[in-house]
């Protein structure tokens, strides 16, 4: 196709019904903007949600696209559906009745029919009404502009975001989720600025789905995303050989595939429902379950990896797909696996396939293009307007100082010393599922007592939830064994055993931590007050967790920070340069 010489904006939707987010990519291929859904509207996944909200995006698209001469929409998903879809909705089994009643076939995989077919009907309805709002919004506010539609594979979306976003020039990709259009993972060849598909798999089989099951025995919902207590409780917990032979015998790998037991697969199932989580328990009975399914996890997700450095040989990987967010199995990808680097984007599940799909339009329009490697800025979403800073400081009631500039890192620094727990709203919000730096919640790693009183003052979630260390990126290797940059807390790494009781708030039980690695190119405001918090304390370390209570997503606008800032027990909340406390809390 002939590239357009008009000034052309791309617009990556993700139409999944989980985890729907917009991206916009420029005529010159950088990312202007991306961002989930859940944000703005504080609804944890945003789930059977479009993405192209009818009264946000018109300020969106005026915002960053105003002068545009023609829009490109890409979407994450292609929109024919697979034949057995159309089955299944034919016979009435993706309705309210054929859910309730849990119609349809019983298929080997992890799920029961309804939660499947639940997950088919969201999607068929995600698709069929897509891009409504925006085809309306840019009739009435660009008309007569030029638009093209397209729609992309949901897997080469993801593999586009990791690699295009990351710094390899040539790198092995694995996308590895719960589904896409006919499979859950599929591995691809990235060089040369192209993906080249090696393998996919197809049929139900899927880690993704395994790792939803894990969650339901454990007592959590993984419709809302509580896969992440998993790997927190798995910490507390020891290998069952019990689990892990039932595990073994239900699904292998074979290559780039993997493979179900078919004779002996619904008889291990049983066998592992009868270890779930009763009611009334406490998450610490199924300790073992946790840490011998995320072994389980871990252990096949680096086989798989390692047949595919066996097929490309790259010493580079670009991780993608929902399962890359297992921070616990990618801190161990470079130890259990031949490759020699790792890159997992900042949004690897759903909500990146937007920027993937926006990528992937701005590519076919460009192909003679050369596109140099190069670090994507997690820093993507929205800003807080001063102007409504300066509305709180007036109205709010609270005791309030405006410190522009460094003033405000040396504040802010001292309550941290203090042992004061902050809320730390700067710049733009994070594109993806963590804080990391810009909507944060920070307090000092040197007392084991606060990572409690966050827990149940300030998150209101158990007890056995870990915090992440954010460290200064030229002391990582003094503190962690192996030590590989982070720098958007995607991988968990060991603690050296000397340091461990110097900063037990952010030390999980295992000796882990999720860590952040923190440079001054990438969030230089967040790298001043980490390295002022080092001089005043000889520690280059923060305990940094996401701005939010257990069950909502990260904060977006102000009236959410100080929700959570005024119905908690933080201490103070930095926002741009104003530095708000408690009445109770000294200046």
Same mark, same amino acid.
Request: with cysteine; aromatic share 14%; net charge neutral.
């Given at each position: 196709m002939r590239p357009s010489k008009a000034r052309t904006y791309y617009l990556g939707l993700c139409l999944t019904y989980h985890d729907p987010a917009l991206a916009i990519v420029g005529p010159d291929g950088g990312v202007?903007?991306?961002?989930?859904?859940?944000?703005?509207?504080?609804?944890?996944?945003?789930?059977? !949600?479009?993405?192209?909200?009818?009264? &946000?995006?018109?300020?969106?698209?005026?915002? %960053? *696209?105003?002068?545009?001469?023609?829009?490109?929409?890409?979407?994450?998903?292609? =929109?024919?559906?697979?034949? &057995?879809?159309?089955?299944? &909705?034919?016979?009435?089994?993706? $309705?309210?009745?054929?859910?309730? !009643?849990?119609?349809g076939r019983r298929v080997h995989t992890?799920?029961?029919?309804?939660?499947?077919? %639940?997950?088919?009907a969201a999607q068929h309805h995600a698709l069929k009404s897509r891009l409504l709002n925006l085809a309306r919004t840019l009739r009435?506010?660009?008309p007569g502009i030029?638009?093209?539609?397209?729609?992309?594979? %949901?897997?080469?979306?993801?593999?586009?975001?990791?690699?295009?976003?990351?710094?390899?020039?040539?790198?092995?990709?694995?996308?590895?989720?719960?589904?896409?259009?006919?499979?859950?993972? =599929?591995?691809?060849?990235?060089?040369?600025?192209?993906?080249?598909?090696?393998?996919?798999?197809?049929?139900?089989?899927?880690?993704?789905?395994?790792?939803?099951?894990?969650?339901?025995?454990?007592?959590?919902d993984w419709t809302g995303g509580e896969e992440w207590k998993v790997m927190g409780l798995a910490a507390y917990g020891h290998n069952d050989p019990e689990i892990l032979a039932c595990l073994h015998d239900m699904m292998t790998v074979d290559g780039l595939e993997l493979l179900t037991r078919y004779p002996v697969f619904f008889d291990r199932l049983r066998r592992l429902e009868a270890r779930r989580r009763r009611p009334g328990q406490a998450a610490e009975a199924v300790a073992n379950?946790? %840490? @011998?399914?995320?072994? +389980?996890?871990?252990?096949?997700? &680096?086989?798989?990896?390692?047949?595919?450095?066996?097929?490309l040989g790259s010493p580079h990987l670009a991780l993608a797909g929902g399962c890359a967010l297992n921070s616990v *199995?990618?801190?161990?990808?470079?130890? @259990?696996?031949?490759?020699?680097?790792?890159?997992?984007?900042?949004?690897?599940?759903?909500?990146?396939?937007?920027?993937?799909?926006?990528?992937?339009? +701005?590519?076919?329009?460009h192909p003679g293009e050369v596109f140099a490697a190069g670090r994507l800025s997690p820093y993507l979403g929205s800003a807080v307007p001063a102007m409504d800073a300066e509305r709180f400081a007036h109205y709010a009631g609270l005791p309030v100082r405006h410190l522009p500039g460094e003033r405000l890192i040396d504040a802010a620094a001292e309550l941290l010393v203090r042992g004061k727990i902050l809320g730390w709203v700067q710049g733009r919000a994070e594109f993806g599922p963590r804080a990391l730096g810009n909507r944060s919640i920070l307090a000092d790693p040197r007392r084991g007592e606060t990572g409690e009183r966050i827990n149940r003052e300030v998150k209101f979630r158990e007890r056995f939830?870990?915090?992440?260390?954010?460290?200064?990126?030229?002391?990582?290797?003094?503190?962690?064994?192996?030590?590989?940059? $982070?720098?958007?807390?995607?991988?968990?790494?060991?603690?050296r055993p000397e340091v461990r009781e110097s900063v037990p708030a952010v030390v999980h039980v295992d000796g882990t931590g999720r860590l952040q690695t923190v440079n001054p190119e990438w969030n230089p405001r967040f790298h001043d007050l980490l390295a002022r918090f080092h001089r005043q304390s000889g520690v280059p370390l923060l305990l940094n967790t996401s701005f939010n209570v257990m069950g909502k997503p990260i904060v977006h606008g102000l009236e959410d920070a100080f929700g959570v800032f005024l119905g908690s027990g933080m201490d103070a909340l930095a926002i741009g340069d104003y530095l708000f406390t408690k009445p109770e809390t000294p200046p």
């Open positions: 202007l903007f991306a961002e989930a859904a859940e944000r703005r509207l504080q609804s944890k996944r945003a789930l059977n !949600t479009p993405p192209d909200d009818p009264f &946000h995006l018109p300020l969106l698209l005026q915002e %960053h *696209c105003a002068d545009a001469r023609e829009f490109v929409v890409a979407s994450n998903w292609r =929109a024919t559906r697979p034949l &057995h879809e159309h089955l299944a &909705h034919w016979l009435g089994w993706l $309705s309210p009745r054929g859910i309730l !009643t849990n119609a992890w799920l029961e029919p309804y939660q499947i077919y %639940h997950m088919q009435r506010d660009f030029p638009v093209r539609i397209r729609g992309y594979d %949901h897997h080469l979306c993801h593999a586009a975001l990791a690699c295009y976003a990351s710094p390899f020039d040539t790198a092995a990709c694995a996308v590895i989720d719960s589904y896409g259009e006919t499979g859950s993972m =599929a591995f691809f060849d990235y060089r040369d600025g192209r993906l080249r598909p090696i393998a996919r798999q197809r049929g139900p089989q899927s880690l993704g789905f395994y790792y939803m099951k894990l969650t339901e025995l454990c007592g959590f379950l946790a %840490h @011998s399914g995320q072994r +389980y996890f871990s252990d096949t997700v &680096h086989r798989l990896l390692s047949h595919l450095h066996d097929r *199995c990618n801190g161990r990808i470079l130890e @259990s696996t031949p490759f020699q680097a790792l890159y997992v984007p900042p949004a690897p599940a759903d909500d990146g396939t937007a920027l993937g799909a926006a990528w992937l339009a +701005y590519r076919e329009d939830r870990p915090y992440a260390p954010a460290v200064l990126h030229e002391h990582g290797p003094n503190w962690f064994l192996s030590y590989q940059e $982070s720098p958007y807390m995607e991988r968990t790494l060991r603690f």
